[in-house]
């Protein structure tokens, strides 16, 4: 059973655009979400996370949103720039056990912005 | 910089070989983890350690094992690889509280052949 789902395996958007990516859950206990980048033949890196407690964070040209009744949280990029162009992966703690720190990923989404 | 290592960026080997992943970190973070990627499946979990010498199952533990000797060094083994387990592996680590930010290396392609 998919906890965390990432429904669109790809988008496509033009440069200076918005971009939103979208991300559903299953599980109502997470008590905060991440968002990772990834480019080809690298490991993932830390974009922005966002707590439970909260509907809304931003960090420059990325704001998270999360709807906690829908169970949903999406990432805004504006404007969108060519080298946004990655897989973006949705993340939730697993909470196996406690402190664990273990993170469970959605099937990402690749995002292509054209110049 | 602070960072995750991965000895082998890329690896050919053979059906039945034997497979040594290693991961090192330098942020003396206690979490190591190790999780393979595929296309259209995600980021999926196969082990981690909260601590020397202590490892847990993840999600798809089956074909593999773990060892963690020091604290810094985290090492995935397939004891008799097979071609499904062609993939790219990732390394990552964590301190145990907090927003767990998980620091991943740059990755392993293994091809089974």
């Known amino acids: 059973d998919q906890q965390v789902k990432q429904n669109s395996p790809s988008l496509s958007v033009q440069e200076g655009r918005i971009s939103i990516l979208n991300c559903d859950y299953t599980?109502?206990?997470?008590?905060?979400f991440l968002w990772y980048k990834k480019y080809p033949a690298e490991g993932p890196t830390f974009l922005i996370s966002?707590?439970?407690?909260?509907d809304k964070n931003e960090d420059g040209r990325f704001t998270v949103f999360l709807n906690k009744s829908a169970k949903h949280l999406s990432l805004h990029i504006v404007p969108s720039q060519p080298g946004d162009s990655a897989v973006y992966f949705c993340a939730a703690p697993a909470g196996y056990g406690g402190s664990q720190g273990n993170l469970i990923f959605g099937k990402g989404t690749k995002l292509s912005v054209k110049p | 910089d602070v960072k995750v290592t991965q000895s082998s960026r890329y690896l050919v080997k053979r059906t039945g070989e034997k497979v040594f992943l290693e991961c090192v970190q330098d942020m003396d973070h206690e979490n190591m983890f190790w999780y393979r990627q595929d296309p259209g499946l995600g980021l999926r979990l196969i082990y981690f350690?909260?601590?020397?010498?202590?490892?847990e199952k993840g999600d798809i533990p089956e074909g593999y094992s773990v060892s963690r000797e020091k604290k810094e060094r985290f090492s995935l083994i397939l004891e008799s690889a097979s071609t499904n387990q062609t993939s790219m592996y990732l390394c990552?680590?964590?301190?145990?509280?907090?927003?767990?930010?998980?620091?991943f290396g740059a990755g392993s392609r293994l091809t089974v052949l």
């Open positions: 599980n109502s206990m997470f008590d905060y």
């Open positions: 990552a680590s964590s301190r145990p509280s907090g927003a767990n930010v998980l620091t």
């Open positions: 966002i707590s439970s407690i909260k």
């Open positions: 350690s909260y601590d020397v010498k202590m490892k």
